[in-house]
Structure formats: C-alpha cells, structure tokens
C-alpha cells in the first residue's frame, strides 16, 4: 500500500484549502479499509486530524477541527479529500494520510502505512 499526499500550501486565516491523499496498491475489503489523517505542527506530537472507511462511513473529527474540516471519498480514484476551512494559525502543520485496519480508530499506531506529508501553512 503506498500513499501519496497533495495539495498543501500556504493561506491566510480564515481561509481554505483541499488537500488529498491517493492510495495505490490496494484492495477494498482486503485488510486496510480505513484511511486517516493527522497533522504534526513544528516541536508537537503528531495528532489524529479525521478518518473515514473506504464506504464512506465511520467518519470521526478531532475535536478541534470539527464544524470547519470534511473528509470525504472518491473511490473511483482511490482518493480521499480534506477540505480545510475557515483556517487558523494553529493548523499550520504537515498533513500526513495514512492507511489503517480499523475504521473510525484516533490512533496512529492502529495505521500501517504512512504518505510523505503536505505542509499545510497558515498566516496570520
């Protein structure tokens, strides 16, 4: 299973972004069926930003981005998108995808496979 993230840049406060994560080497209903995303901001822990399953469904918010971010699924495309609104300062971070056995699951250590990270950077 490889991942690959896009689509990070730099915004200014309050504004938006889509960043996207394409899997390849994957089979649905075969092992990984969950794909998350977590962010780690310079000189922090990284942390469990949303995930969802490859249906569609078990879809799970960190707290301080729900109302503002959504994960969706293109699975024709083997794609899954963050859309990243109304930005604050304290999302600045690199945004990593990651491929997991679990739906629904916060933990990291529950995903297997990482992509590289899209740095996501924003202004005041």
């Known amino acids: 299973v490889q991942l690959q993230a896009s689509g990070g840049g730099l915004v200014q406060t309050g504004g938006s972004l889509n960043i996207r994560c394409v899997v390849s080497g994957y089979t649905f209903g075969v092992g990984y069926d969950a794909v998350g995303w977590f962010r780690q901001a310079p000189g922090k822990e990284r942390e469990f930003v949303a995930t969802l399953t490859w249906d569609g469904g078990n879809i799970v918010y960190a707290d301080p981005v729900k109302g503002r971010f959504t994960i969706s699924v293109e699975s024709v495309k083997n794609m899954v998108n963050l859309r990243l609104n109304s930005l604050k300062p304290e999302d600045t971070a690199v945004y990593y995808c990651?491929?997991?056995?679990?739906?629904?699951?916060?933990?990291?250590?529950?995903?297997?496979?990482w992509g590289q990270g899209t740095l996501v950077t924003v202004s005041s």
């Open positions: 990651a491929a997991g056995r679990y739906g629904g699951s916060k933990y990291a250590s529950d995903y297997d496979y």
